[in-house]
């Protein structure tokens, strides 16, 4: 049995309606409940320490703390996997990076330039970075993104000084 043209188009009338419909609703559900909205977070490192070389960190690990401007305490810990010499004053390590904060952990990997110069007792270090998260737990399972860093350390008779801020952007 045919449907004459004017039994279709009520129905077409209603189905263009429930699909606006639908298009408003969804227009005014909060930007999260759409797609992971961006997420910023900076870290401000203090002096690391090295660790030794092992099968999974072949060029060593290094360690340190991380404070966040609202006052989280987390850890860092770069596995070094490679080191590009560029002379003999400035490398690149490849690393794969942990960012352990109290709401999950991030992961990545990324390439970190590293520069140097001596002033009688004293080793600046000049750190500049970028690489990319490759997963997470908790808050931050299934969130991709990217990370920059940039600072300086010291290193002179009375040990280690300086920071290192990185800026890890989420989506």
């Not at 109290?102 to 690489?131: A, N």
Request: glycine share 12%; with cysteine; hydrophobic share 35%.
């Amino acid at each position: 049995m045919r449907t004459s043209s004017r039994c279709r188009a009520p129905r077409r009338a209603f189905s263009i309606l429930a699909t606006l419909g639908f298009v408003v609703f969804v227009g005014l559900l909060p930007s999260t409940a759409r797609a992971a909205s961006t997420e910023t977070i900076v870290l401000f490192t203090s002096p690391p320490s090295w660790g030794p070389d092992s099968t999974a960190c072949p060029e060593g690990l290094v360690m340190g703390s991380f404070t966040t401007p609202d006052g989280q305490v987390g850890r860092i810990l770069s596995c070094v996997q490679s080191i590009d010499y560029r002379g003999s004053k400035s490398w690149v390590e490849h690393t794969n990076l942990t960012f352990v904060l109290p709401t999950g952990h991030i992961e990545t990997i990324g390439d970190i330039g590293v520069s140097s110069s001596t002033d009688g007792d004293y080793l600046t270090l000049t750190v500049k970075g970028k690489g990319t998260v490759t997963g997470g737990t908790g808050h931050y399972a299934s969130r991709v993104g990217t990370f920059s860093n940039v600072g300086t350390f010291i290193v002179g008779p009375d040990g280690v000084t300086g920071s290192v801020t990185f800026t890890i952007t989420l989506s």
